[in-house]
T-cell receptor, first 117, second 115 residues
Framework: AQTVTQSQPEMSVQEAETVTLSCTYD???????LFWYKQPPSRQMILVIR??????QNATENRFSVNFQKAAKSFSLKISDSQLGDTAMYFC??????????????FGKGTLLTVNP | DAGVIQSPRHEVTEMGQEVTLRCKPI?????LFWYRQTMMRGLELLIY????????DSGMPEDRFSAKMPNASFSTLKIQPSEPRDSAVYFC?????????????FGPGTRLTVT
């Protein structure tokens, strides 16, 4: 079974600064997807960024980027120019690529990020 | 375009009562997921459906929990009888079967409190 570990229960950052959230995972599969989801106080789960394991290039979405280290099974999220609206719980998640028949997501326990003014 | 719709948003019930949570996935999405979120256990997948057929229910905690998807636009998660340890936020999510993005679109969740 796959496991996802987020070792930082809480983090804080000053507005406009950069912060990196850590995630490691354990799997014997070679083909899979990794995600970061954001859950603000509204409780809504929002996809932040996605990475396909077969792609060597790190995914980027505006101020959000990842550092995907497949051999180390590491998938960290970097948030640049942090904004107050980035305050949220961030979840790392894993999905096997089983040919389009299994979309089961395994989530980490989450990191609570607070952006301070 | 409407997102995933869940009802009710909040539910307070007494131990032993039956609880039914409802979900309407995004139109055209063929896969539907039920998750439970608690402080202790985080986000756990309970069950998911592809084309209205249950594929994996290994996360369903016990026989008190049941889920159905009678058609492509509606699913229920039922707890009977409910217990205080069932208190949690229950999320429904959907995704297009065979979609290339694999993004799951989550509903707003139902906060269940069992007293």
């Amino acid at each position: 079974a796959q496991t996802v570990t987020q070792s930082q229960p809480e983090m804080s950052v000053q507005e406009a600064e950069t912060v990196t959230l850590s995630c490691t995972y354990d799997t014997s599969e070679s083909n899979y997807y990794l995600f970061w989801y954001k859950q603000p106080p509204s409780r809504q789960m929002i996809l932040v960024i996605r990475q396909e394991a077969y792609k060597q290039q790190n995914a980027t979405e505006n101020r959000f980027s990842v550092n995907f280290q497949k051999a180390a099974k590491s998938f960290s999220l970097k948030i640049s120019d942090s904004q107050l609206g980035d305050t949220a719980m961030y979840f790392c998640a894993f999905m096997m690529n089983s040919g389009g028949s299994n979309y089961k997501l395994t989530f980490g326990k989450g990191t609570l990020l607070t952006v301070n003014p | 375009d409407a997102g995933v719709i869940q009802s009710p948003r909040h539910e307070v019930t007494e131990m032993g009562q039956e609880v039914t949570l409802r979900c309407k996935p995004i139109s055209g999405h063929n896969s539907l997921f039920w998750y439970r979120q608690t402080m202790m256990r985080g986000l756990e997948l309970l069950i998911y459906f592809n084309n209205n057929v249950p594929i994996d229910d290994s996360g369903m905690p016990e026989d008190r929990f049941s889920a159905k998807m009678p058609n492509a636009s509606f699913s229920t998660l039922k707890i009977q009888p409910s217990e205080p340890r069932d208190s949690a936020v229950y999320f429904c999510a959907s995704t297009p079967y065979g979609g290339v993005s694999y993004e799951q679109y989550f509903g707003p969740g139902t906060r269940l409190t069992v007293t």
